[in-house]
């Protein structure tokens, strides 16, 4: 797990941070299915742990694509700008891109940009592209991941290609159905696949998968909790009030002390309530609600 600021030179949609708060996970040596499932399920335990409770799962292969596109060589030009036809699912850039492709591979081209929506897409696809050992492999591992996803409403976009250069396999992204942006909008709010080979560069080559989520996106998309009230406390050395203050901060209550020359500025803290000398017990001392000035 990690957790820290990221700053991008560009944001990857509108209104997104150019500084995300970043946290994530990550399962390194297993290249089984196994690992890609807990990445989900781990992302999904983040999500609902912070409140949002209904999500989506979408999720998609970068082996698809580059079996569609075996039987042929292009240059990185040419790939990048059928990528890129694919991701906006332009028919017509990918009809006039792939002119000159083998019919085969134009037909499965063109077909990927249709191919999205529930889990029966994944029979489709079968049905519809050229068959291949790659391209079998990357429909039944997302087809075995869609079967364990359970609780979350399942997506498959075959043209998906965010992160091609990075994922080497599976990738998924989770949504806060109707999160905060009105109703019918979702929300994404965290992302991650497979990404084998990252570890070549530094030296250490081996299976990887993972997730990242943006904690300042994630805190858009819940409720905000209720201000919890706080305690104000006298400052003071004696060495039992010093105790009571630890003691209550140690279960969990916010203590506010009331440092010299700065009476005035009690009420810009919402406390509820007031530790005090036991006027019986030297040494106690006590939590008593916070009086107001009519009730005295």
Known sequence: CYCGPVVHTRTDRPFASREPLQFG??????????????????????????????????????RVIDAVLAPVRLS??????IHAA????????????????PDRVRHDLGALPRLFGGVEVLDEAQRILQPSEALHTA??????LASHATGLQVSIDLADLRGYAYYTGMRFALFAVDGGRGAGQSLELAR???????????????PAVGFSLDLKEL?????????????RAPWGMDATLRKAIADLRAQGHTVVCVLPGHEH???????????????????QWTVQPIQSESSK
Not at 76 to 81: F, I, L, T, V
Not at 225 to 231: D, F, I, S, W, Y
Not at 266 to 281: I, K, N, S, T
């Open 25 to 62: 996970a990550e399962i390194y040596g297993h290249a089984g299915q196994e690992a890609d499932l807990e990445a989900i399920e781990l992302a999904r335990a983040c999500l609902r742990s912070a409140g949002v409770q209904s999500l989506q799962l979408d999720m998609a292969d970068v």
């Open 265 to 283: 500025e009690v009420d810009e803290f919402h406390c509820d309530r007031e530790l005090v000398a036991d006027a019986h017990q030297a040494g």
């Open 192 to 206: 991650g696949g497979r990404y084998d080979e990252v570890g070549a560069v530094f030296g250490r080559n081996r």
């Open 219 to 231: 805190v858009s998309a819940v409720a905000p909790r209720p201000l919890e009230a706080a305690v």
């Open 139 to 144: 429909l039944q591992g997302l087809r075995w």
């Open 76 to 81: 990185a030009a040419d790939e990048a700008r």
């Open 86 to 101: 694919l991701n906006a699912k332009d028919v017509a850039g990918l009809d006039s891109l792939s002119r000159d492709l």
